[in-house]
């Protein structure tokens, strides 16, 4: 037992110092030969490493459960942290990149066992006089289990040589450059040939795989969601050509033009497979070369075959330079959309705009639609804008919010402090000895109390101020039974006899007490927020009515409770919180208001006769002194005019048939600080009084929601129109979505000029290196043409629906406002999978090829199905599934109003493939 503690020792001190002990005469020798084996091992393992990647790359499982693959049930579970469903299956991105990562490890340890068995066993390893084996378990392995291979992620920013990543949503994102393999403990027997003499020898390899498998599998996962999704690049893209091509289409039917579908399969054909080139790009900075071919072959193909319906647009600013002109109130002909720079249609344009009696009514209809409640239940069908309202009848949003407010103002957070501190402690006999205990205790008696700092906050007295801060001083005593031991003779042996004897003895303590008062506002922003106050004649409470309530029902009693208790046998420190507002357990009388104000001075502010809805309707008084000349700014008009005067750049957004709005929101901005004058509620930043802050407040509230309103009014209606028609066709999108998503991708298109094959991307982590990605896919383009019969593996659908008909929507905003455009909307719903879709690290040779040496790395998605795994007797584990792409979007195309209607003239309204 000895020589074996002093040989654990040993080991666990140094390995070295324990190889010298064994062999004394060559420690250096056996030091450098281990170095050379753990090089060695190393090696190997970045062999095994590259080799289990190369299988994952060509045959990676993207689809797995337990059910149907018991050989993948480690792989999953060891990547259910992942899994939302944990139905035992890999469905998602994440789990799929994690099995893949669980499989890779596996391989691994299977072809590192293989090769430390050829390399490490039967003393093959030897320098003539030590040799080195691997250690194996009974089922002959040296790494007994898959998990005890460990990848660690080598992290790295990218950046590409033509950087988008700010527009698809990459550009802080660490993708997984490397996996460097870490094994922690791997057991090798190093023995003396000569003697035979042997020891065991725990060792750590860590080694980075030289293949960027990892990078290749998230870029590429990273495409994908790039291609799929409302929200996705793939969509922006799409959308951003669709509305252009559609809106010349459109205009061009308007005029005349042969033109059947407005948006036809055949455009949409070519508008997917540009979109998908462009997308493809911006994620790997490089594209499929026969892609691009393939493209180019048939745009000249769309070109030289559909005469007046191949106008192809290259760019949107082609396409805005085309049709640069501007919707009118009234009917324009087809020589004013072939003369965009008419004076005739820039000069209805902006008599439209100075229409300022028009904007200052509508401004106090929407005021008053918010004040007040309605008269009668159709407003629309009452001329007279004085007849539309009962002024008597403040609308209950109104009066909710003003309660709301006041309730939030009017509101507190107060904590009480309590901290004990034993200061002194005796006894009037020394009980200090090991021979006292005591035996028991009466209760405890304070003899003093005295208030040492402070002052005594009493029922109904405010503090002088906060925080608040009580220091008391008590003494204590109690009578105490204590026993001593003592002698009381000797036995017959001369040993001394001890009894315990009862004494009666008297305990002191000395303590301290601190209670301190925090009240802290809702708003700091409030001048002497619990003193009392005046404001315009009225008593304003302010807080200081809550504090009083807090002190006189909590803080005098947890003081006093506190300060009844008796002393502890340690010191502590504890917070009595407590949160009070005006929002008592009471009902309120008033039926109009919310809230509880019963004891306060605010009753003033609440209900139809409050100050607060009299400050309102101070606001409408306003907006009606505000003749014409206010609502003029020629700087404002001049800006708009110079900014609609350019045209519409081929976007047929529902914004552009409103676009007069902008200029009276922007009329009224300017005029928003007048009406709000918050030089009466406000000084140095601090509000006068909780009173001028409610009201502060409700009067920004009331700007703000007639600015809201003014801007609803602009295209709510229109998008609720259009939503609601393709409510039937897909639950997923919206205007909305579709419009923000198509504009962050406008630009792109709208600058793109050329693009090479394929630049380099940069990865930035632990070190910097440039990398070249090649793109392989199968089929290079997809046709809309290819009929169920083929043979290809490869699935594309095109479906595009004329939501409106073939005569469009007359847009009608207010009635008395005409007609202005006649607008279509398309809902176009694309869906593709590629036969084959690899990505090749160009840049990169880290696997051995018999014919060529070495190769890059690939990773290929396709459709394979029952994958067998090497490292467990080739069982199947799962399946390959091709890569995928989908799209829901709408297109939208305006032309101004008149007979003609603009839409698809084909019999059924949807359109697509066979």
Known sequence: MIGSAITTNFVIVTQHELADNIFPDASDNLKHF???????????????????????????????????YPGAEEYIKEAEKFSKSKDNKIDTLDEIMEFNKNWARSLIKYKFNEYLVNTFFNNRYSNGEYAINVVLNDKGDAVGNWKMVELIPVKAKIKRTIDFSWLIGDKNVEYTEYWEARIKSLKIDITNVRTGTHFIKEIELRTLIPSRLPFLMELTNFYNKSINGVLSPLNGIATAVSMGYTEARALMKYGGGDITNIVANSWLQYVINMALFLVEYLVYNSIDPVSMAYLAINAKDLIANKGIESLVPPTLKDIGSQIDFKFTQSESTLTDIRNPDSDEIKNRFYEQLNKNDEGKETILKVAKDILYMPKYNNNKDINNIEERWDE?????????????????????????????VITNEWYDVHVSSPKWKMESADEWNRIELSLEEGDKLSMGNLPDGLPHIERWKSKWRREELWLHLEKVGEDDEGKPIYEWRKYGVTHYVEEKCEFTLYATPSHPDISNVFTSCYYEGYRDDNLEYMLIKYIDNFFIDARDSELNLPPENKDYSKYSCFWMNNSMSECCDKSDINIDIRGYAIDWLLGRNGKVVKELEDIIEKIKEDVDSKYYDKEIDDKYKEKYGEGINGIGLLDEISRDADILIKKFEARKNYYLESDKYIQNNMFHSAASKVI?????????????????????????????????????????????????????????????????IILDGKWRENITIAISANPAYFDYKQLENKKEKWKFSVKNICVFGPFGFPVLPTPATPWVATLNVWYIEINGTWEIFKVVDASDEAIPNELFGHTGQIYQLKMIEGIKDESQNEIEIGNCTPLSFGIQTLSIGIVPPGSTGVGDMAINPEEKNP
């Open 34 to 68: 281990i170095q050379a084996a753990e090089a060695d091992m190393k090696r190997e393992l970045a062999y095994a490493g590259i080799y289990a990647f190369s299988i994952v790359g060509k045959s990676p499982v993207t689809q797995s459960s337990i059910n149907y």
């Open 696 to 760: 502060y407040d409700i009067r920004l509230w009331f700007l703000n929601e007639i600015e809201l309103n003014l801007k609803k009014v602009k295209n709510n209606d229109l998008e609720k129109n259009v939503n609601d028609k393709i409510k039937g066709y897909s639950g997923n999108i919206n205007y909305a979505k579709i419009k923000n998503n198509m504009q962050n991708y406008m630009g792109f298109v709208s600058s793109l000029t050329t693009i090479q094959f394929g630049n380099n």
């Open 392 to 420: 008597t009848n403040i609308n209950n949003k109104v009066l909710n919010k003003i309660s709301e407010e006041t309730k939030d103002v009017y509101s507190a957070y107060f904590r009480t402090g309590i901290k004990r």
